[in-house]
């Protein structure tokens, strides 16, 4: 996957899991994964397109929460959302939960650095809404859908 170059802002990975799968995710523990589509929030200040790439990628340094489903066989990234010099990622991930009832099922997920009074970075939905992307765009009009395949 390349992306085009954005120096800063905000992303959400869609990323599908078929089947229920237990990981141990560094400290958090081992967590139970039951099949539907994950989204991740996250930000970069200087190199997004690089962090989203690498996020894209199954061989890699685990490194990062996300990084531990991410390189999982079983897990396939179905769209990146780029928010170009959107610096709030909490806003984005909050906002996101908010607007399509996605719940929250591993608390500390992505959100270890967090200082905004998130309680994971990581929604969950069991299936993906049709009105997804086209609701989005009309109330983030800078959004830009990354194709993966």
């Known amino acids: 996957?390349?992306?085009?170059?954005?120096?800063?802002?905000?992303?959400?990975?869609?990323?599908?899991?078929e089947h229920s799968t237990i990981i141990q995710v560094g400290s958090l523990g081992e967590l139970i994964f039951k099949p539907g589509i994950y989204v991740y929030a996250g930000g970069h200040k200087s190199a997004l397109n690089k962090r989203v790439e690498r996020h894209a990628l199954k061989k890699k340094k685990v490194r990062w929460h996300i990084d531990y489903l991410t390189t999982l066989t079983d897990t396939e990234l179905l769209y990146v959302w780029l928010f170009p010099n959107?610096?709030?990622?909490?806003?984005?991930?909050?906002?996101?939960?908010?607007?399509?009832?996605?719940?929250?099922?591993?608390?500390?997920?992505?959100?270890?650095?967090?200082?905004?009074?998130?309680?994971?970075?990581?929604?969950?939905?069991?299936?993906?809404?049709?009105?997804?992307?086209?609701?989005?765009?009309?109330?983030?009009?800078?959004?830009?859908?990354?194709?993966?395949?």
């Open 86 to 149: 959107w610096q709030d990622e909490c806003h984005l991930n909050q906002n996101f939960r908010r607007n399509f009832s996605a719940r929250m099922l591993h608390p500390g997920f992505g959100a270890s650095d967090c200082c905004n009074g998130c309680v994971s970075h990581l929604s969950f939905l069991e299936k993906m809404p049709s009105s997804l992307p086209r609701v989005w765009k009309k109330q983030f009009h800078f959004m830009i859908q990354v194709s993966v395949k």
């Open 1 to 17: 996957m390349v992306v085009e170059e954005v120096k800063s802002g905000c992303y959400l990975l869609f990323i599908q899991i």
